[in-house]
């Protein structure tokens, strides 16, 4: 990268910094480790090659994502071990096809009847072996059917041989406020899949993946008893929200946004930056957690909080209000100062941009790495 450095940066651009990355890394491998369970990053707030190699460093070497986008952008790269965790649709199918028939072991995802029948139809025509796990809720009550329904069962019918076992997702975790309570929702979690696995073992399937996580959940789980893998995705970034959760500090968060001072009112003790709602996402999950951030919370730009709790308050399209606590501090942020912006839900935030701009542990700007966007 030569002499770049974040001065050089047109903003707002997202800021990662490796060091950071490979702790939140190590901590969670070590969390899922202990139980003897295969981890499986889920790739959908990072999107990136070169977090995802790093991610799978001396793991199994699987990844869970969240578009077909994703897969493909992933298979290109050589990542064929993949769980699709999202209900496939219909429509959808023939992408799913041609990625399997390129040679990548995709798992697809369902909780539905007729296309759990749709996907065995194609399986069968084509002679593929499309691989899919049956959805189940364990307690959020987005996707998923209840481990004890019949649904169960008629959806891993209609898939036949397809079926090789079940997935879900503890996301009513991110309702929780200590790793104690995200323990209680991992063990809810876990005894959902296990008992779904077990019906379908008992109704003659062959269960070969039982698939469970959420990041608070895999970080806490006190057990994995009768689970085959945990496919965290956050953790890799970790966010305002996260690191409340998990009782971590401030510098566990990797990814930032680097934002100029567009505007500046010492009177009010206000400063505008360029990134508003686009840049930093209206997620308002901190709105529920013992601390509110707002939209965001400033530092400096050594990602340092040198200007206190100060908030972005306001989040217009490209526009992010931030009132500082001391309202002096608006004389070190003239007009083109350059802050950093640590955010809510590092998922959501990510999703405007298309690369990382990489630092380690300075200002300079040591690689760029790309992200795949889209569906």
């Known amino acids: 990268m030569g002499d770049s450095t974040l001065e050089t940066l047109a903003t707002p651009a997202l800021v990662l910094d490796r060091p950071t990355l490979e702790r939140n890394l190590t901590t969670m491998a070590t969390a899922v480790g202990r139980h003897g369970v295969r981890l499986r990053p889920h790739l959908k707030t990072a999107k990136s090659v070169e977090v995802a190699r790093r991610a799978i460093a001396g793991q199994a070497g699987g990844i ?3 578009t077909l986008a994703e897969a493909d952008y992933f298979a290109q790269a050589g990542f064929t ?6 209900g496939i649709t219909p429509q959808k199918l023939a992408r799913a096809a ?3 028939r390129r040679g990548v072991n ?19 025509a084509e002679g593929l072996a499309i691989r899919t796990v049956v959805e189940v809720d364990c307690g959020e009550h987005r996707a998923g059917v209840a481990p004890d329904s019949e649904q169960l069962l008629a959806v891993a019918a209609a898939l036949g041989p397809c079926c090789i076992g ?6 009513h975790s991110y309702g929780c406020q200590t790793p104690a309570e995200a323990a209680v ?14 019906r379908l073992r008992s109704a003659g399937v062959a269960v070969s993946m039982i698939s469970v996580g959420s990041t608070p959940t895999a970080r806490f789980a006190n057990r994995l008893d009768g689970v085959t893998e945990a496919r965290p995705g956050v953790y890799m970034f970790q966010d305002l929200f996260q690191i409340q959760l998990a009782g971590d500090p401030l510098d566990s968060i990797a990814v930032t946004v680097l934002a100029s001072v567009t505007s500046v009112r ?5 400063v505008l930056v360029d990134a508003g709602g686009i840049a930093l996402s209206k997620d308002r999950s901190t709105a529920s957690a013992p601390t509110d951030y707002g939209y965001g919370l400033l530092l400096d ?19 992010g209000v931030i009132r500082l606590p001391n309202p002096a501090d608006c004389a070190r942020l003239p007009v083109g100062s350059l802050v950093r912006i640590a955010t809510n839900h590092i998922c959501m935030t990510a999703a405007a941009f298309d690369r990382y701009h990489v630092v380690d542990g300075t200002r300079t700007i040591t690689a760029v790495w790309p992200r795949v966007n889209g569906w």
Not at 301 to 319: I, K, T, Y
């Open 64 to 66: 869970a994502v969240s």
């Open 81 to 86: 071990d993949q769980l699709y965790a999202v």
């Open 98 to 100: 041609a990625l399997i």
């Open 106 to 124: 995709l798992v697809l995802t369902t909780d539905d009847v007729g296309a759990a029948r749709a996907i065995a139809a194609l399986a069968t």
């Open 166 to 171: 079940v997935m879900t997702h503890g996301g």
């Open 185 to 198: 929702v991992a063990e809810s979690e876990r005894v959902a899949a296990v008992t779904a696995a077990e």
């Open 266 to 270: 010492p009177a009010e003790g206000v």
């Open 301 to 319: 730009l050594d990602g340092q909080p040198s200007f206190g709790r100060a908030l972005v308050e306001r989040a217009n399209q490209e526009h």
